[in-house]
Every structure is written in C-alpha cells, then in structure tokens.
C-alpha cells in the first residue's frame, strides 16, 4: 500500500501531522533547500515528542562531498530516527554511495535521487547492492514545477518498477499537488512525500495547515484496518457478498460520465510486419460512467479525474508494441476498472492511416458489483505490502 510521508519542520508540525493521519513523519528544515537538515539537537527533542506513535524520518542536508555526505548521515542515524533520508548528489554518485555502504549495514538509509537533476535509473541496483533500504524520487528546484513535469507518467511508474525489483522501498515526491495524487496511486508507490501540498498557500516554508494535511490524507487510502470507517465504505460488501447479498448490475447507480474525445496519439500497433517499424496515428475515444457522490462535487476527493484516463492510455502504450486494437482496449478498460469509483467504461481505438477514414473497436465493459471493486482494491494493498516486504 501506499503510505503518506509527511515534511515537518518542528515538534508542533509533527503533532499536527500525526493528529491528521500522516503515515511517516519526516524532519526537515524547508527554509534551506530540499533537503534542509534539521541539527541532530532538534530532531532528538522531536523524536522524543513523537515517542514512537509514528515512525520518523530526517534529512541529512544539501551536501555533494561524500565524506561529509556520510558523515551528515551517521549524525543523523545516531539521533533515533528510524530512516535517514540522504540526497545522491549527481555529480559524485558512485562516490557517495560508496562513502555511505559502511552506515547501510547499521541505519535504514533511504537514497533521494532528484528528477530534475538527471535521473540515472541504474543507480537503483547500486543502491540495493549498498545496503539501502529504499529510494524516493523528488525535485531539487521548489520552484513550482512539480514531479510529473520533469518524468512522465510512464517513466515514474519504471522508476517504481525497478526500485520494487531490487526489493527497495520506492517514493515520489516533488512539489505534488492533490490532482497528482490519483495520478501516482496506480503505478504503487510505497510512499507518497509532501511539503509544500500541506502549508498555508501551498508555499513549503511556510507553517503546516491541518486542513491541507487532512484534505491530502483523504486522497490517499488508508490502511485495510481504517477502511471501514471511511464513509466510503461503511457497508461491509464483503461480508454481504458472502451471505449472497449486494448490488448487481441491476442495482440502480448515479453516475456522472468523465470523458476523453479525440486524443491522438503515435502508437506502434498492428498484426503485420510493416507495422513493427513505425508508430501511427491511434485515436482513443473514452466515456466513463464514475460512480456520483452524495453531494456536489467540491475537490479532487470528490471525482475521477480525466489525468488518469489519458494516464491509462499512456502506460498501456508505453509496455511496448501491441498487435491488436481489441487488446489496447482491453487493457485500457482493465485498468481503468480497477479504480473504485468506476462503474462501466466505453473505449474506442481507432487506427487512422490504415485507410482514407478509420478502422477500429469499440469495446463496452462495466464492473460486475462493488464487491468485485473492493476485491480488486485490497488485493492491490496486498500486493504492495508483498513487494515492500511489510
Ligand atoms: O520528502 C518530501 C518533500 O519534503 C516534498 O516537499 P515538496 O512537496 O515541497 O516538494
């Protein structure tokens, strides 16, 4: 499952952090940096406060040399955290890691890689071999540009991919916003972080607001043991089902339709040879009938955005050459099904240089009950647990 990390810069925004539900609690000091480290003083006095209600990280600070790299984190280490975040320099990687393989064995380190400074995916197994325990994904320049604008979709969920292959924990982070977040929960990150997301205005240096840190806590589900008392999900359909009980396909649902028309996009699709060596032009229509919410719609908490239909497309894409219309489609619908929300989806593929007009499928396909979506959602939380190894 995915969990929510929390930047706090003080006893106080831990409190705040811990009381609205945040799931890791990460001292830092947001005035200097992305990884502004707090002195090994204040996180002592904080960890004490928190009293291991929750587990805590912390960062090592802005530093590129190795040796003070390392020595940073083992003042951290020493603190009583339980994870010591440390920012990978690009520019002296392989000499950091090495500097910190002696500290690996002894503390949870967790590596940050930045998206905006040159993203090299094959320092993940070196992070692995070293000893780390996990790596986060974030942006070094808070400059308002957020983490999808520097990897896309596809490129987040390979970052996730491999760091899941090499058993490490894997996180994104970097200026999110709300609407990212139903965005990044498909690809199972283990962590989500957040900083700016959670202050007044939106501006990381400035103090954590309750609000924000609960308004982006209900984005994110929490664990199967508080399901049940979201409103969400009070009904026990699990239990109903199994007493032959539930709604069907002629249960009457309010749904609202989220659509995406007309998008073309360069696909390497079809059955022949020629078709291999080039990409052409695909178009994707999609009606999604998404489940109504008992009031109007007020905030991302309250509806399925566009972003992940266009997401969809885009990962189902990204695996590669597909011989098949019908099997885009599919898959387009499979993996939009997952999502709670959704109650029966159109797609429409339609290849456009095959001839002087369009040829393609059209594929209707709905969720058989809601106990099949709750069924699909805690297997995925299983799943993550498996891979995270918790
Ligand atoms: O570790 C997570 C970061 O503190 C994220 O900060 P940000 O949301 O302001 O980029």
């Known amino acids: 499952m995915t969990l929510m990390l929390a930047s706090v810069a003080d006893a106080a925004e831990a409190e705040i952090a811990l009381i609205e539900g945040a799931d890791i609690l990460d001292l830092k000091n947001p005035a200097d940096g992305p990884l502004g480290a707090l002195t090994p ?3 002592r006095a904080i960890v004490a406060t928190i009293g291991g209600r929750r587990p805590v990280s912390a960062v090592a ?10 020595a940073a984190a083992k003042a951290i280490a020493a603190t009583g955290v339980d994870y010591v975040k440390v920012g990978i320099p690009s520019e002296s990687a392989a000499e950091s890691i090495a500097a910190l393989t002696s500290l690996a064995a002894e503390a949870r380190l967790i590596a940050v890689l930045f998206a905006d400074r040159g993203l090299d995916l094959t320092l993940i197994p070196s992070l692995a071999a070293a000893g780390f325990k996990g790596v986060m994904l974030d942006t070094a320049a808070k400059d308002g540009k957020r983490l999808v604008n520097h990897v896309d979709i596809s490129g987040l969920r390979e970052f996730v991919d491999r760091a899941h292959e090499a058993n490490l924990i894997a996180g994104l982070a970097g200026s999110l916003e709300a609407p990212d977040i139903a965005r990044l929960l498909p690809l199972e990150p283990n962590l989500l972080g957040f900083r ?3 202050c ?3 501006d990381r240096k400035k103090a954590i607001d309750a609000a924000q840190v609960r308004f982006i806590r209900d984005l994110i589900p929490r664990a199967p043991s508080t399901l049940d008392a979201q409103d969400e999900f009070k009904i026990d359909w699990r239990l109903l089902s199994a007493r ?3 709604p069907g396909r002629d249960e009457k649902i309010e749904t609202d339709r989220v659509f995406v028309h007309d998008l073309v996009l360069l696909v390497s699709i079809g059955a022949y040879d020629f078709e291999r060596e080039k990409t052409q032009r695909v178009r994707f229509n999609i009606d999604a009938d998404v489940r109504r919410t008992a009031h109007h719609a007020e905030d991302m908490r309250d509806i399925l955005s566009y972003d992940l239909i266009v997401d969809a497309i885009r990962l189902v894409l990204s695996r590669g050459h597909v011989d098949l219309v019908e099997t885009v489609a599919e898959r387009v ?4 099904l997952a999502h709670p929300r959704l109650v029966a989806i159109k797609v429409r593929v339609e290849k456009l240089d095959v001839i002087d007009g369009s040829v ?3 594929i209707s396909r709905e969720r ?4 099949g979506s709750l069924h699909q959602l805690f297997a995925s939380i299983s799943d993550v647990a498996a891979k995270s190894g918790g």
């Not at 619908?333 to 939009?336: H, S």
Request: glycine letters at 18%; hydrophobic letters at 45%.
């Open 368 to 371: 058989a009950s809601q106990a």
């Open 196 to 198: 700016g997301a959670l």
């Open 61 to 70: 600070g802005n530093l590129t040399e190795p040796a003070e790299l390392a």
């Open 333 to 336: 619908a499979d993996a939009l």
């Open 41 to 43: 003083a204040v996180i």
């Open 360 to 362: 393609g499928i059209e």
């Open 244 to 246: 032959g009980y539930g």
């Open 200 to 202: 007044s205005g939106n």
